[in-house]
Each structure stands twice: as C-alpha cells, then as structure tokens.
C-alpha cells in the first residue's frame, strides 16, 4: 500500500514556537512539494511536455513576482521532451530578475540539457554520477503534402539552428563544434558536461547548513566540489 506524498508545516508555520503549533488546525500543514516551492526549490522529474513546462514556468512567475530577491533552486532528472515546451522554461528562467541555479541531480538529455545550460552563470552544477545528453532536433514520420513537408522541414532546420546558437552562447563554444556534436546523441559525464561549457561546477550543492536550535532554514547554497 502506498503511503503517499507527506505534509509538512507552511513556510509561515514553522517559524512559530512548537507549543503553538500543537493547536493549529489541519490547514497548516501542506504538501512537501509546496513546502518547497515556498522556498524557491523546484524540480523537473519527468518529460518537458507542454503540462509540466506550464507548471514550472507558473511557478518561476507566480514565485518571482512574491519575491524579487530570492533565488531559484531548479533540479533537473528529465529524459528530455518537447522542444517547445522546453525552448519555454529556458526562456522564462532567462528572463526572471533573480538568479536561477540549475542543478543535474540523474540525467539531463536532449532539451533538458538545454535547460541546464539555461542557469545564471556559474550557478550551473552537475551531481558527480549524473549524466548529460545534447542531440539535434527530431521530428516523427508523417503523412501530408509536400507544401506542408517543405514547411516543417524549414521549421525543424530553423529551430535546431537556434538551438545551437543558444548553446553556443552558453556553453562559449564554437558553431561547428556544437552542431557536430549534435548530429549523434552525445552522452557525457559531469567532467565533460563542464568542459564543453554546459555546467559550471561538478559537486553536491547542499542546501541546508547543518541545522541547530538557532538555525532558520533558508537555502544557502555550499558545495563540495569533488
């Protein structure tokens, strides 16, 4: 039997003396993932299709707008997606005010490697035994006039050249590199993922300081570069 997703204490909550917090009604408490989006913690788990990158880009508003200050914890364990749908969260983390750390905690392939690079400038980091992937651009078989063909074959040319010029100006690698590296799928380790420019550091990033009694946990990031 499953046991479900846990509840915690609100932001607000929390903060107040355990022996209140004993009389607080059932509405206090909320889901975890809530809990961590309150502290500007957001995670991309599974495909970017066009669902999830509405949520995470609503989150990115809904959050930047509450706070303009605070800074943005995004871990990334995705296979990758649709290329639109991903084109969108790297556009809205590229236009908040706030500093976004982009964070591979698993495997960041095809767009998700895109939204990876997306990060504010060295607060890109890969965990030690995740795993990155860049390829080109697909498109699956289908049937239509040849007009029609003609059309998404130019589309499809035009969105992978701006795929790569948005790499290059990430990753501060050259055109032809990046664009031979994507004709195949190109898997690489932390190491190589920060030699080709896609990451900035290769370590944990801890969130939390070893709490204390004196300790509000807010996320102040420390890293333990290998």
């Given at each position: ?7 915690v ?7 107040k ?5 004993d ?10 993932y ?8 957001l ?18 508003i809904?959050?930047?707008?509450e706070d303009?200050?605070?800074?943005f914890f995004?871990f990334i ?5 649709a ?22 905690v698993?495997l960041?392939?095809s767009i998700?490697?895109f ?8 607060k ?11 390829h ?13 063909f ?16 948005a790499?290059?100006c ?6 032809w ?9 190109v898997?690489l ?5 920060q030699?080709?420019?896609l ?14 009694l004196n ?12």
């Amino acid at each position: 039997m499953p046991i479900g997703v846990p509840k915690v204490f609100d932001l607000v909550t929390e903060t107040k003396p355990e022996e209140e917090r004993d009389s607080l009604s059932p509405d206090s408490w909320v889901d975890v993932y809530d809990r961590l989006y309150q502290e500007r913690l957001l995670f991309l788990g599974k495909e970017a299709d066009p669902e999830t990158s509405n949520q995470v880009m609503g989150l990115f508003i809904a959050l930047s707008l509450e706070d303009p200050i605070k800074q943005f914890f995004l871990f990334i364990n995705s296979p990758g997606g649709a290329l639109i749908s991903g084109v969108g969260i790297f556009d809205t983390m590229r236009g908040l005010p706030q500093d976004v750390h982009t964070i591979c905690v698993g495997l960041a392939a095809s767009i998700a490697s895109f939204i990876l690079a997306g990060g504010s400038d060295y607060k890109r980091i890969a965990y030690p035994h995740s795993r990155v992937m860049i390829h080109q651009p697909a498109s699956s078989f289908f049937e239509s006039p040849l007009g029609e063909f003609i059309v998404e074959s130019n589309e499809l040319l035009r969105m992978r050249e701006m795929l790569v010029r948005a790499y290059q100006c990430r990753t501060h690698q050259s055109f032809w590199a990046i664009s031979e590296d994507m004709e195949r799928d190109v898997f690489l380790s932390p190491k190589e993922a920060q030699t080709h420019g896609l990451v900035d550091l290769v370590g944990f990033a801890t969130l939390f300081p070893k709490p204390n009694l004196n300790t509000n946990l807010n996320p102040n990031i420390f890293l333990d570069l290998n």
